[in-house]
């Protein structure tokens, strides 16, 4: 008896779901980032308005003044879908423990000086809670958003905020054995010092902002290009001879706004070149935002880097250049 084994091609009848073919057609595939993203938000067959902003329904095109033919023009160069959004974190957050167990092993953070100790409790630990602003923006702006590609980019970067909240949380840890000590000095200077008062109303003043693109270009052009762009690229002098172990555990944080501005840009670049009127409202909100975290940097480069603001000035100009890069009108 003889077996004979044949092999036979089965040709699939489409290549993508349905919601991908009607966009680019049954015989092309799909990447896994177009089918996790295109066409994937709700649009119809809602139950009733929310009852605390009845003139919107949950997903609603009237929740910002731009204007855009297809929300799903702007997307994710990076193409971040939840899996491969976890994987990148996940590999960046290996180089993290691996820093935290280099420099807490060697006493680098506790053998510091008592100036440079003082500077990073007063200095940069409050800045987790910058971070956990910026989360609630983030995390606003995925809320009132209007489709996929760019309300799932807003929760992964609500995510990364918390996560770097937590990194500089660690810092204050190792300082002080473990205890939260330096944790609560440095809410009491978030709360009460001088020098951050205007970074605490520039943070607080934009929670009640209702137009979500207006609080994302706060966010992504202000606060992230002035004040998380100060901090992460030239504030090392600020700790002292804990300089170089600060650098070394902020890795994560550095790495995190080239990827995060990669996105940012891409988007508002975007949604500006759609319309004039876009672009006008656009630079509006990005001068506003830019101007308002160099004034919040200032207080925080004089005290901390004794150089009258220069480093604040030096981060707006290059926020400022960068907006005009984008073709926005500044």
Known sequence: MSVQIKTIN??????????????????????RYQEATYDVQATENFHYKPLWEPEFWQYDLGKTAVKMADWYKPMDPRQYYYAT????????????????????????LTKASGEAQAAIKHGLLPLRHLHWGSNMNMSEACHRGYGTAVTAPFMFSAMDHLGIAQIISRIGLVLDGQTG??????????????????????????????????????????????????????????????????????????????????????????????????????????????????????????????????????AGAAALKKAAGLGLVI
Do not use: C
């Not at 779901?17 to 015989?27: K, L, P, S, T, V």
């Not at 959004?85 to 680098?108: C, H, K, P, S, W």
């Open 10 to 31: 089965l040709e699939p009848k489409r290549h993508t779901f349905a919601h991908i073919a009607r966009r680019f057609g049954e015989d092309k595939p799909a990447s």
């Open 85 to 108: 959004y976890n994987i990148a974190r996940a590999n960046m957050n290996q180089a993290v423990e691996r820093n935290f167990t280099f420099v807490d092993d060697r006493g680098l």
């Open 181 to 314: 000590a330096s944790l609560d000095e440095a809410k009491q200077s978030w709360l009460f010092d001088p020098m951050w008062q205007e970074t605490r109303k520039l943070i607080e003043d934009t929670f009640v902002e209702r137009d979500w693109f207006a609080l994302f270009t706060a966010q992504a052009l202000g606060v992230n290009g002035v004040l998380f762009a100060m901090y992460y690229k030239a504030m090392e002098p600020a700790w002292k001879d804990a300089g170089m172990p600060v650098s070394l555990i902020s890795e994560f944080m550095t790495d995190w706004l080239t990827d995060e501005s990669r996105w940012s840009d891409a988007v508002i670049k975007t949604v500006a070149a759609e319309s004039e009127d876009n672009k006008a409202l656009i630079s509006g909100w990005a001068k506003n935002g830019i101007v308002r975290a160099v004034a919040a940097a200032k207080p925080l480069s004089a005290a901390l880097l004794g150089d009258n603001g220069a480093a604040a000035e030096a």
